[in-house]
DNA sequence: AACCATGTGCAACGGCGTTGCAAAATATAT
DNA sequence: ATATATTTTGCAACGCCGTTGCACATGGTT
């Protein structure tokens, strides 16, 4: 397959094997974020249930992917820049879901504004999740 | 019961039931958002779950609570403020959730802050999730 | 008190995510 | 290139979660 899929899976030490590099790869020809079913069900692809489980829990220990929540309680994966590949992970980013599209996006251009807290609150990680609408689905 | 629990309850065209009055008191009662199996197994207590799901549902859909999605992809219950008692659901605060004690709280004092999206998306709703510490924990 | 509307509890179901284990695939050493 | 060790996969099974249909009970209304 792609010569990129398979240096990423190398440089996380991650064995080279055919469901890995087909699911990365959707990921790598797919801008938007991918929720599990996606991935299950993908165009032609039939993916084992537990292969897809454990080969998206092991990229997002590798900090291959992230997790974006989303309001119906489901989970999205989407890649992570390039500065997460080394394995500490860099969420400086929110997300955004169109209601129409049901498309998920990282909004990477965007920094996560700084929220208040209570007095001696601390802070580790913050997420936003933007409901609305994209502007591909406002011109329709 | 309470008389505040027999109100709000005939204020949003409810029968005061047994459950929903027990069920509503927990929330009237605790200052701390609430999981559906905190709800079930409340001390003493012994709910049917489907009577807690549909009950939940029914707070929902008239504005006495409203959720708050965590990352560990489960769904937590707060009491709505008053405003939100008309029907209409203002999602105006963001929430905390202590990672120590898991405590999960609604930030009813800070404003949201205004995120910048892309050119033409439209933002509709915006959830923050911010996760920490409490002081409550810090100082253990 | 009696009737009607509404809510409850049980049983059952399907879907999701996980685990254990044997077989297969991949990496490593010779 | 082959053999061995390690890792990954796929199957079967399980338990949990949330939902639905239906009979029964409870609360509201006259």
Chains 1, 2 share one sequence.
């Not at 020809?29 to 039939?46: F, M, P, Q, V, Y």
Request: charged fraction near 25%; glycine fraction near 4%; hydrophobic fraction near 35%.
């Amino acid at each position: 397959m792609n010569t990129k899929v398979h240096d990423i899976l190398r440089r996380n030490q991650l064995s080279v094997t055919e469901s890995r590099e087909k699911i990365l790869n959707l990921f790598l020809t797919n801008t938007r974020a991918l929720a599990h079913a996606d991935i299950e069900h993908k165009a032609g692809e039939r993916f084992d249930r537990v292969t897809v489980y454990r080969t998206l829990q092991t990229f997002v220990e590798k900090g291959i992917l992230h997790t974006i929540p989303t309001a119906d309680n489901s989970v999205k994966y989407a890649l992570c820049k390039n500065d997460c590949f080394e394995g500490h992970h860099h969420d400086n980013h929110y997300h955004f879901i169109c209601a129409v599209c049901g498309k998920t996006e990282c909004l990477e251009d965007f920094v996560i504004p700084s929220v208040r807290l209570p007095k001696e609150y601390l802070a580790n990680n913050v997420e936003i999740v933007v409901n609305g609408i994209c502007s591909a689905c406002r011109k329709k």
